[in-house]
């Protein structure tokens, strides 16, 4: 259990991170396409980022690390998903919402709204007391048919979410987060049912649906979020992705493979559960009107539009 937290904290605190140094790269790519190409570069005519923004924001430095980070922040997740019970290793990995939220304000410049702070310090409280209350994780098993609707229900997220922003634009942000989250938590439900990891056998891994579902929910999941950090809130993009993928794997974790919390503390697990979900809502709510303090300088134009 130790170690699975453990784990799982370096997880978050390398996607935490790595969301920073995302968004960083990626409005740093919006305001210099803006300033040589006018306002309207690399936007949609319903006012969201074209592929081309998209791909140029993803080869800036601060984007690259960022990216290298999420990679190890994966690979570090997906030991903590083996090990704890997923309500618990997807809500301790969504508490890179306080770690972004706090490097936010050196390299973002943004300023943080007292119900903000009040929203994280009740998500800080609510991961102590799953921490407390979450007992041994379930099984890894799951019928084959589980894994097929797991890459179908994965795939079909990734492609209409896509669609959906793209149609909504500049104001899509939250729901670019909500869908990428998504994405990220059937990454999570994929890893934990995987077959051919123990004992190894190759064919088994490469033949399972999931392993597919898990590079879709992941590929998808970072283009989404990259597009909500290109158009919105990079703390009300990040809270939305954090109910996304906390929400339905604890829901699967608990259902169908069996996590649980220890004995007589179920009430205080699900009160903590859902007292994250808030108060990651709560972020979300009060972090779309974010300013960042570089505004009250004079500055180039920008692409993004905050929502």
């Known amino acids: 259990m130790i170690l699975g937290l453990v784990t799982a904290v370096a997880a978050s605190a390398c996607y935490g991170t790595g969301s920073v140094l995302q968004a960083v790269g990626s409005r740093r790519s919006a305001r210099e396409e803006a300033a040589a190409k006018g306002r309207s570069a690399g936007v ?41 019970p997923l309500f618990l290793s997807q809500t301790v990995i969504s508490a890179n919402l306080v770690i972004t939220a706090v490097l936010s304000i050196k390299l973002l410049g943004i300023r943080l709204k007292r119900p903000e702070w009040a929203s994280i310090a009740v998500l800080c409280a609510a991961l102590i007391l799953l921490a407390v209350a979450a007992g041994p994780e379930g099984g890894h098993h799951a019928e084959m048919a589980v894994h097929w609707w797991l890459l179908g229900v994965t795939v079909a997220v990734i492609v209409i979410g896509a669609l959906v922003v793209r149609l909504m634009g500049a104001g899509g942000a939250i729901v670019a987060g909500l869908l990428s989250g998504l994405g990220f938590g059937a990454l999570g439900v994929g890893v934990r049912i995987l077959n051919g ?31 909500a950090l290109q158009i919105g809130s990079v703390n009300g993009a990040t809270a939305a992705l954090v109910v996304g993928e906390t929400v339905i794997p604890g829901a699967v974790g608990v259902l169908w493979l069996g996590d649980s919390a220890r004995a007589g503390l179920g009430w205080l697990a699900a009160f903590g559960f859902v007292l994250a979900v808030v108060s990651a809502v709560g972020v979300a709510h009060y972090g779309q009107g974010e300013q960042d303090l570089t505004e009250d300088q004079p500055a180039e134009p920008e692409l993004t539009q905050r929502s």
Not at 61 to 70: Q, R
Not at 201 to 226: E, F, Q, S
Request: glycine share 14%; charged share 10%; no cysteine.
């Open 44 to 84: 949609t005519e319903h006012g969201g980022p074209n592929l081309s923004s998209t791909a140029k924001a993803a080869v800036t430095w601060e984007f690259i690390l960022g990216t290298v980070l999420d990679l190890i922040g994966f690979g570090l997740g997906a030991l903590a998903a083996r090990m704890l």
């Open 197 to 227: 990891v123990e004992p190894f056998d190759l064919v088994k891994l490469l033949t399972d649906p999931a392993l597919y579902a898990i590079l879709v929910g992941g590929i998808g999941g970072m283009y989404l979020h990259t597009v």
